[in-house]
C-alpha cells in the first residue's frame, strides 16, 4: 500500500512568488492535513481538509491556502512569498477526520526555500 | 510559547546508555502521541497513550502518560544508533495535534 506521496520534494522560490505543493493521501484517506516544520517554530498545523472541505485552520495568514478534491488529493498553496516561509511542509492523511486518538501517516515532506 | 515543552532539545549519548525525554504543559490533553523523524523524512507515529497513568512498551521504549494527562516521558533503554533521530511528542486538543519542539537524539556507536 502507497504512502502519503508529495511533490516536489524541493522547490527554490524567490520573493513576491507563489507556489503550489502537492499531496497524495494513502489509498482510502479521506482526510488530509498540513504542517509547517521549521527549526524555531517546530511543527505547526496550517489545516485540514476531509470531503473536500477546510475543517479546522491554524493561526496562518490568509497567504496559505488549499483545497482538496473529489479523490481526496489536496494542493496547497502559498502566495506573495516571503523569506520566513521557507520550511518542510508535511502533509498528513488519515482515514476520516482526526479525532482524539487517530493515527496520522506522515509523506516525506517538501522542502520549500524562498530567496 | 510552545503549549508542549519538551526537554532536554539535544541529547548526544553513547550506545548502551539510558535515556528519558520529557514532554511537559501546563493543559490538560485527550491523548498524547510520540513520534520519530528521521532527515529527510516524514514523523513516524510510535505510540498513542490516552489514560492518566497509562505506561505502554514498544522493546526497548517505554512511554508514559501522567496521572493528569498533562504529561508525558519516553524513556529508551540501551539505547543504539538506529534510534537517533527527532522525537516529537503531540497532544490532541479537540481534533487538532498540538506538537512540541522535540528532541534531537543522536546516539555514537
Known amino acids: 500500500k502507497a504512502g502519503v506521496t508529495q511533490t516536489p520534494r524541493y522547490l527554490i522560490k524567490t520573493r513576491g512568488q507563489q507556489v503550489t505543493l502537492s499531496c497524495s493521501p494513502i489509498?482510502?484517506?479521506?482526510?488530509v492535513s498540513w504542517y509547517q516544520q521549521t527549526p524555531g517554530q517546530g511543527l505547526q498545523f496550517l489545516f485540514e481538509?476531509?470531503?473536500?472541505?477546510?475543517?479546522n485552520k491554524g493561526n496562518f495568514p490568509g497567504r496559505f491556502s488549499g483545497r482538496q478534491f473529489s479523490n481526496s488529493r489536496s494542493e496547497m498553496n502559498v502566495s506573495t512569498l516571503e523569506l520566513g516561509d521557507s520550511a518542510l511542509y508535511l502533509c498528513?492523511?488519515?482515514?476520516?477526520?482526526?479525532?482524539?486518538?487517530?493515527?496520522?501517516?506522515f509523506g516525506q515532506g517538501t522542502r520549500l526555500t524562498v530567496v | 510559547t510552545q503549549l508542549l515543552e519538551q526537554s532536554p532539545q539535544f541529547l548526544s549519548i553513547q550506545e548502551g546508555e539510558n535515556l528519558t525525554v520529557y514532554c511537559n504543559s501546563s493543559?490538560?490533553?485527550?491523548?498524547l502521541q510520540w513520534y520519530r523523524q528521521e532527515p529527510g523524512e516524514g514523523p513516524v507515529l510510535l505510540v498513542t497513550?490516552?489514560?492518566?497513568?497509562e505506561v505502554k512498551k514498544l522493546k526497548r521504549l517505554t512511554f508514559q502518560f501522567g496521572d493528569a494527562r498533562k504529561d508525558s516521558s519516553l524513556h529508551i533503554t540501551a539505547a543504539q544508533p538506529g534510534d537517533t533521530g527527532l522525537y516529537l511528542c503531540?497532544?490532541?486538543?479537540?481534533?487538532?495535534?498540538?506538537f512540541g519542539a522535540g528532541t534531537i537524539l543522536r546516539v555514537k556507536s
Open positions: 489509498s482510502g484517506h479521506r482526510s
Open positions: 497513550v490516552v489514560t492518566g497513568g
Open positions: 503531540a497532544g490532541a486538543r479537540g481534533n487538532k495535534l498540538v
Open positions: 493543559s490538560v490533553f485527550s491523548s
Open positions: 481538509y476531509f470531503s473536500e472541505t477546510q475543517r
Open positions: 498528513a492523511s488519515s482515514p476520516a477526520l482526526r479525532t482524539e486518538n487517530t493515527e496520522a501517516f
